[in-house]
């Protein structure tokens, strides 16, 4: 396995020997399980949060190198391994979020040209027309006691106990209007 540690830059020996409450990435059995079983959701839960392929492969490295380093720490008893990189790859990814937001000379042609075309474009009047005229058509499907719900709990942005007081009925009976219209409307065919 000397080649996934030097793949990750891990070439000198470990200064702290592993113990009981090991993650055992110290080990070369360890280490190929971990990159087995779990490399796959860390690049692709990296891919997902940063949106590059590049930066997510940096981003599972940096992860396992991070917890190759504290494997010795450990502890079974908070939790799986898997939880445990996934802890530490959630660090991983807000430190280069952070690290790119201050350094904002690191974005290419083609970000610069996206952030400037949309300093200056203003939403058009006629999306939100056509979208406010579409969200009716849509909330006429609905039976009327859905809709009123839907209306005020989602669109109006209210609470589910301010409506219920106001239609005088349990909260329970908005919660469960709401929920069946939404699911009612997820099931319309996507040109409805």
């Known amino acids: 396995m000397r080649d996934a ?7 000198q020996a470990r ?8 993650a055992r990435l110290c080990t070369d059995d360890g280490l ?17 949060s940063l949106g590059d392929s590049g930066l997510a492969e940096q ?5 396992l190198l991070r917890a190759w380093r504290s494997c010795v720490l450990f502890d079974e008893s908070k939790g799986a391994v898997r939880t445990w990189l996934l802890a530490i790859q959630r660090n991983v990814v807000i430190d280069m979020a952070r690290a790119r937001a201050a350094r904002p000379g690191d974005a290419g042609w083609d970000e610069f040209g996206e952030l400037a075309d949309s300093r200056y474009a203003h939403p ?9 005229l ?45 929920h069946y219209a939404l ?10």
Do not use: M, N
């Open 134 to 178: 579409l969200v009716a058509q849509l909330l006429d499907r609905l039976p009327i006691a859905q809709r009123e719900a839907v209306t005020e709990v989602i669109l109006r942005d209210r609470a589910y106990q301010e409506v219920a007081a106001d239609f005088g009925v349990p909260v329970g009976t908005v919660k469960t209007r709401v």
């Open 124 to 132: 058009d009047f006629t999306d939100g027309l056509v979208d406010g």
């Open 59 to 63: 981003a599972v490295q940096e992860t």
């Open 5 to 11: 540690r030097s793949a990750f830059g891990v070439e």
């Open 32 to 48: 190929a399980a971990v990159l087995t079983t779990e490399r796959a959701l860390l690049h692709w839960r990296a891919l997902r």
């Open 183 to 192: 699911r009612s409307l997820r099931r319309l065919p996507i040109g409805a």
């Open 15 to 22: 200064s702290v020997p592993c113990g009981l409450r090991c």
